[in-house]
């Protein structure tokens, strides 16, 4: 029974997360503030989903500095793939460990260092935008896990996209009298 709970929470996460994802004329952050509020269910499958999303890796804390935490990529017509590398340096005294970075919606997808890195070292973060069947003002989110403190790090990328207007449905033709 556990079993299927844990399952029917992972399949209603991931279907949250589509359509926000599917979501094609709107900004991801209005969108968001638009949708019903989904209410965390108070048991012990609840707790294993979200404790696995977020666990920042255990031991000593260290401290990360980016170059940059914010990119606009300006205007770019649908379909296209944005990229862009955001460098950042580990400022803290112990070796920084990444042990997670997720985009706001499947259309936004970082590459991250899997290994440590050391104190004064530097190391980048990619991250690739999927304008694919979006439209307009476009703003997401990437969230980086690592052991600092916090254990979060948001990245932001937006800019404008130049998508197609869904078409008007079609207008049937009447025959006309003669």
Same mark, same amino acid.
């Given at each position: 029974?556990? /079993?299927?709970?844990?399952?029917?929470?992972?399949?209603? +996460?991931?279907?949250?997360?589509?359509?926000?994802?599917?979501?094609?004329?709107?900004?991801n952050?209005?969108? @968001?503030?638009?949708?019903?509020?989904?209410?965390?269910?108070?048991?012990?499958?609840?707790?294993?989903?979200?404790?696995?999303?977020t666990?920042?890796? +255990?031991?000593?804390?260290?401290?990360?500095?980016?170059?940059?935490?914010?990119?606009?990529?300006g205007? #770019?017509? +649908?379909?296209?793939?944005?990229?862009?590398?955001? @460098?950042?340096?580990?400022?803290?005294?112990?070796?920084? #460990?990444?042990?997670?970075?997720?985009?706001?919606?499947?259309?936004?997808v970082?590459?991250?260092? /899997?290994?440590?890195?050391? &104190?004064?070292?530097?190391?980048?973060?990619?991250? /690739?935008?999927?304008?694919k069947?979006?439209?307009?003002?476009? /703003?997401?989110?990437?969230?980086?896990?690592?052991?600092?403190? &916090?254990?979060?790090?948001?990245?932001?990328?937006?800019?404008?996209?130049?998508?197609?207007?869904?078409?008007?449905?079609p207008?049937? +033709?009447?025959?006309?009298?003669?």
């Amino acid at each position: 029974m556990l /079993k299927n709970v844990k399952l029917g929470l992972l399949a209603l +996460a991931m279907g949250a997360t589509m359509v926000a994802c599917q979501n094609e004329g709107e900004n991801n952050s209005d969108a @968001a503030a638009d949708a019903p509020a989904v209410q965390p269910v108070a048991n012990e499958a609840s707790s294993l989903v979200n404790d696995q999303a977020t666990a920042a890796p +255990a031991g000593p804390t260290t401290s990360i500095t980016f170059e940059e935490s914010e990119f606009n990529f300006g205007t #770019v017509d +649908a379909g296209a793939i944005v990229e862009h590398t955001y @460098a950042f340096t580990n400022t803290g005294s112990e070796p920084l #460990v990444i042990s997670n970075a997720k985009g706001s919606c499947g259309c936004t997808v970082p590459d991250w260092p /899997k290994e440590p890195v050391m &104190p004064g070292q530097t190391g980048e973060i990619r991250v /690739k935008f999927d304008s694919k069947n979006k439209n307009k003002a476009q /703003k997401k989110k990437v969230t980086i896990t690592a052991n600092t403190e &916090p254990a979060q790090t948001f990245l932001y990328i937006s800019g404008e996209v130049n998508g197609v207007d869904r078409p008007a449905p079609p207008v049937q +033709a009447t025959p006309q009298a003669q």
